[in-house]
């Protein structure tokens, strides 16, 4: 029974291992306010036009920390409990690019490799051999380069666009999962609470059990 | 003033009786491993499953047009809402891990030997129930993956003689999975919970006539058997406690490792995602499907390996009591399954490539040989052990077993008066 | 065993059953909180808590019905006589000065619920009716006849600027 318990957790390991085929730069997100807030600014200044994140309310950046008179540029005059919605209307942008651009609200969360997959493919530009613009990740993109990627050329520009993307892919992943630093910090309590609780069963356990000797 | 209270029902209720004899003083053998928890953490799981989805079907909204958003209302507006959710897709995973320990114990130890069979029944049945439930729970959240894997599996009603095609309608009440398949969806998943509750006292009954088994597959003399209270009550809490820190781990630190990231899209009955997988607990059973070229004979390969356990009673005919304890070459037959399930469950899990294809189609056969080859095997075995010379006390046990189910309940009393 | 292991050894036990039940009674109820908890208003409710009225377009004399945390609120721009024939008198069954109801005297802002069954009272000159019980209120929002307990409710509100209230928070 124990070797198929181990056997069980080799296969677990090797299925996530699995999950990510395509060739993906690994990012770690940032979660403190600063990255998310040039996060922030970055996707209003750069996605917001043509993608919405319908499940993001203005007042949530409010609670998140970002300077309110900030958010009132980006809101106009729609009220705080808005969903930011884009700034193009959806026929407008499926006549512009084909189709309509994705919800940005859960894209953290939405494709195999989660906020890997979101930086690499925002860096993921080149210009093919025939001058044309493609993306390594997601050769049928329709979305043009915004970081300007394929046009860099030098490491100090390269850097820079590196940084810009995670700023753009940390709120992404907030923007994803809000509650996520919540969720540790109540998860180690939990944990914590639960090491005393079972350590306290397995005493009585023993106490109990130890009579029948 | 609580001891009148007893007393006033006891007089119109057998309370008291009822506990001391089913409950506290019920009479457990004194040998189980903690292999012998899981029911119990099964039974707990399931009250957890009914408790979070409850409070959550207080804001979920079963309407296609709604669905997708009311998950993300319950994620970000609703108080605890996360908590409530994770706690429950994380529970389902949960709840069939248990499960599975719970039937490779059995399966292990030989408990669904005479006398358990109809005990091991109700399991089967409890599994179909579950597996029914998760099932339409997994279309509730209305992503691309519970779309398209409720497609998938209401079109293997196709297999269905002469009436394949209207059966599936009439499961979807819609020509593909729409608004009525959600809303019923939903309704069943509501009922089925407390139609499990149900069985789940059905299978406690039968327990509680037959008594449990135990790691020697010899049932114990009555001296041997200790009450449940508080022997096994702390036990049981105790691998609760274990239990719960490993779920926590997951509810608290990676849920959404159990979440198909396709299912963060909401449906779209246009566009198939291009690698469409169940989720974990049924890759092996798909496995299966994908393997029988044949669309009607994968259905009925797929129905039957999930049905294959309640034939074991009939399967395995040794007169070696008990299951692996003493018998090596089932116990290797054993691992050798829990293997092949292993397999299985990968080959489930990746595209299908022809090599692939070709593993799972051996591993199909080895999944179905490895019951079909256990009244042969056994009866080999048997005989080789036996040459080889059995331990004395089992000769008898095993004279004593072969003489019936009926002398064999009889045992306890027996031996207890070959002690006296 | 003798005797005083006996008791020693119960002692020890029953004590650190005790603590075993009181940490494990304190995780149950503390898993109670969030299944509790998601029963109260969920924060877009919580959101609309607060509500913006613009006042300009309201020309005196006249009334304006706005939601405020999804029950209605009666903003009424009272002219010079409504305020006169007001701060008259003190209401009937549940006296209250004029001046204690308003924050200026031209603005009447109150909850547009009967504070006997929760009807939604009707503008019918001078003041409203309840058309379920019966209920009279002047245009101070005071309860003047039938079976209403209490006055119309003023609820927290501020003026932002000249022509601009918000309700909900004073």
């Known amino acids: 029974m124990k070797k198929f318990m181990t056997l069980l957790a080799c296969c677990c390991f090797a299925s996530s291992a699995l999950a990510s085929e395509a060739k993906l ?7 403190d306010l600063q990255t998310v807030a040039r996060g922030v600014d970055a996707v209003m200044n750069s996605c917001h036009s043509c993608h919405s994140l319908k499940y993001i309310k203005y007042h949530d950046l409010v609670n998140l920390g970002i300077d309110k008179s900030v958010v009132d540029t980006w809101r106009g005059d729609q009220p705080m409990d808005s969903a930011m919605l884009a700034q193009m209307s959806e026929s407008d942008a499926v006549q512009a690019y084909g189709k309509a651009p994705p919800d940005l609200s859960l894209m ?61 892919v940390s709120f992404l992943a907030w923007a994803a999962d809000p509650d996520e630093q919540t969720r540790h910090k109540l998860g180690y309590y939990v944990l914590g609470y639960l090491f005393v609780l079972t350590f306290l069963l397995y005493l009585v356990k023993n106490q109990v059990w130890s009579k029948l000797k | 003033m609580p001891n009148r209270i007893i007393k006033w029902i006891d007089q119109r209720f057998p309370l008291t009786s009822f506990v001391k004899h089913e409950l506290t003083g019920y009479p457990t053998p004194r040998n189980l491993s903690y292999w012998w928890n899981f029911g119990f953490l099964a039974g707990f799981v399931l009250m957890l499953q009914v408790a979070t989805g409850i409070f959550l079907a207080m804001h979920y909204k079963a309407d296609v047009a709604l669905s997708f958003d009311s998950i993300q209302h319950i994620m970000r507006d609703v108080n605890y809402g996360w908590l409530l959710r994770y706690m429950h897709s994380t529970g389902a995973s949960a709840f069939f891990f248990v499960i599975f320990v719970h039937m490779a114990r059995t399966l292990y130890y030989g408990s669904y030997r005479a006398p358990r069979e109809l005990l091991w029944w109700t399991g089967q049945g409890l599994l179909l129930l579950l597996m029914a439930t998760a099932f339409m729970g997994y279309l509730l959240p209305w992503g691309q993956m519970s779309f398209w894997g409720a497609t998938v599996i209401t079109n293997l009603f196709q297999a269905t003689p002469f009436y394949g095609e209207q059966v599936v309608i009439w499961l979807r009440g819609d020509y593909t999975v729409g608004d009525a398949t959600l809303s019923r969806f939903f309704a069943l998943h509501y009922l089925f919970p407390f139609i499990i509750i149900g069985a789940v006292i059905v299978h406690l009954v039968a327990l509680h006539s037959v008594k449990s088994s135990n790691p020697s597959g010899i049932d114990l003399a009555a001296k041997d058997n200790i009450p449940f209270h508080p022997y096994f009550t702390i036990k049981d809490l105790y691998g609760l406690g274990l239990f719960l820190m490993v779920y926590c781990v997951f509810v608290f630190f990676m849920p959404n490792s159990l ?58 005919r040794s007169r070696i009591p008990g299951g692996a304890h003493y018998r090596p070459i089932y116990r290797l037959q054993f691992y050798l399954f829990m293997l092949d399930m292993l397999v299985l469950g990968y080959v489930g899990y990746v595209p299908p490539t022809s090599q692939t294809m070709l593993i799972g189609q051996i591993a199909t056969l080895c999944y179905f040989a490895s019951f079909f080859l256990v009244p042969f095997i056994s009866k080999v075995e048997e005989r080789w052990l036996i040459k080889r010379g059995l331990p004395p006390q089992l000769m008898a046990l095993m004279e004593s077993e072969s003489a019936g189910i009926a002398k064999r309940k009889l045992k306890p009393q027996r031996r207890k008066g070959d002690m006296a | 065993m003798n005797k005083s292991d006996e008791l020693d050894d119960t002692g020890r036990r029953n004590f650190l059953v005790k603590v075993t039940s009181v940490v494990g009674g304190v995780g149950v109820a503390a898993t109670c909180v969030p299944f509790v908890a ?42 010079p006589d409504q305020i006169k024939s007001s701060s008259a008198s003190n209401g009937g069954s549940d006296p209250e000065p004029d001046n204690k109801r308003v924050q200026h005297p031209e603005w009447l802002v109150v909850v547009g619920v009967c504070t006997h069954m929760g009807c939604v009272p009707n503008k019918e000159e001078p003041g409203w009716t309840c058309h379920c019980h019966g209920s009279q209120y002047d245009d101070s929002g005071r309860v003047i006849r039938g079976p209403a307990p209490k006055n119309l409710e003023v609820p927290p509100y501020r003026f932002v600027t000249e022509n601009k209230i918000i309700i909900g928070k004073a």
Not at chain 1, 25 to 31: D, H, S
Not at chain 1, 112 to 136: C, F, K, Q, R
């Open chain 2, 259 to 316: 979440i198909e990231p396709a299912n963060n899209i909401p449906a779209n009955p246009m566009q198939t995602p291009n690698h469409i997988v169940p989720e974990w607990y049924f890759l092996p059973f798909y496995a299966i499907l994908r393997s029988v070229p044949n669309m009607v004979g994968g259905v009925v390969a797929m129905g039957l390996s999930v049905m294959m356990f309640a034939f074991m009673p009939f399967l395995d």
């Open chain 1, 25 to 31: 730069e690994a990012v770690k997100v940032g979660v």
């Open chain 3, 38 to 79: 998601s029963m109260n208003p969920s924060s877009d409710v919580l959101a609309k808590a607060e509500t913006e009225v613009d006042l300009s377009d309201i020309t005196p004399g006249a009334m304006r019905t706005v939601a405020w945390q999804g029950k209605p609120v009666f903003i009424l721009r009272r002219t």
């Open chain 1, 108 to 168: 953290a969360k939405a494709r195999d490799g989660g906020a890997s997959y979101v930086y690499s493919y925002l860096l993921g530009y080149y210009i093919t051999p025939e001058g044309m613009s493609g993306n390594h990740i997601y050769p049928a993109t329709k979305m043009p380069d915004i970081l300007g990627i394929s046009g860099i050329t030098d490491e100090a520009g390269r850097a820079e666009a590196q940084g810009k993307a995670r700023d753009i």
